[in-house]
């Protein structure tokens, strides 16, 4: 079974944060030595250096990881644009009532939805039909691609808010927040 857009986004992310945990651990390390009484003036400001260059490189990770997210989301979206593409060989009988000149009601878009639930494109060519003609027909329905393109806009403001806690301790944790995910990570998320 496919995952859905926003579980793929998640898991990549979550996956390189958990990358990112080793060079967290030693930036952390590099911060107790640094403050601690035991080292030279000259060594902690070679450890300082160091750590500054691990700040980098953590901070440049998460542009990574962000990047790589919304690259995903663009291949999905591709994906989903080329699946709603209207195919000739699906096409019925009842295009002939989605002619130009024919005034259709609600019940006749429904009806028309209802017989072609299994063809996408009739079922894409009635709900243009009814939007062009402001016909609202009962249910829940989306031309081609629009609630795919609603979540990937969602998640690509999510994961531009997120961006500022991949470098911090608690990355995985405000993750687990930002998608509703709760319980994952071993800590209490409430």
């Known amino acids: 079974m496919e995952l859905n857009m926003t579980t793929q986004v998640y898991n990549l992310v979550?996956?390189?944060?958990?990358?990112?945990?080793?060079?967290?651990?030693?930036?952390?390390?590099?911060n107790t030595k640094i403050s601690s009484s035991d080292y030279s003036a000259e060594k902690k400001q070679s450890m300082q250096a160091e750590a500054y260059e691990l700040k980098r490189s953590l901070a440049m990770s998460a542009d990574d990881i962000i990047r790589d997210a919304n690259k995903l989301i663009d291949g999905l979206l591709?994906?989903?644009?080329?699946?709603?593409?209207?195919?000739?060989?699906?096409?019925?009988?009842?295009?002939?009532?989605?002619?130009?000149?024919?005034?259709?009601?609600?019940?006749?878009?429904?009806?028309?939805?209802?017989?072609?639930?299994?063809?996408k494109t009739?079922?894409?060519?009635?709900?243009?039909?009814?939007?062009?003609?402001?016909?609202?027909?009962?249910?829940t329905y989306y031309i081609g691609g629009q609630q795919e393109r609603e979540e990937a806009k969602a998640?690509?403001?999510?994961?531009?808010?997120?961006?500022?806690?991949?470098?911090?301790?608690?990355?995985?944790?405000?993750?687990?927040k930002f998608f509703g995910v709760y319980g994952v990570s071993g800590e209490d998320n409430e």
Do not use: C, F, W
Not at 122 to 139: C, F
Not at 155 to 176: C, F, G, H, W
């Open 122 to 139: 009739m079922v894409q060519i009635a709900l243009r039909y009814a939007d062009e003609h402001k016909i609202s027909p009962k249910g």
């Open 78 to 119: 591709d994906d989903v644009e080329r699946e709603n593409r209207l195919d000739p060989a699906q096409i019925t009988e009842d295009i002939k009532l989605l002619q130009p000149g024919i005034i259709l009601r609600q019940e006749d878009i429904e009806a028309i939805l209802e017989r072609n639930k299994d063809n």
């Open 14 to 30: 979550k996956g390189r944060l958990q990358d990112l945990d080793y060079k967290k651990a030693l930036l952390n390390g590099l």
């Open 155 to 176: 998640l690509e403001s999510t994961l531009d808010i997120y961006r500022k806690y991949i470098p911090q301790e608690n990355a995985s944790v405000m993750l687990d």
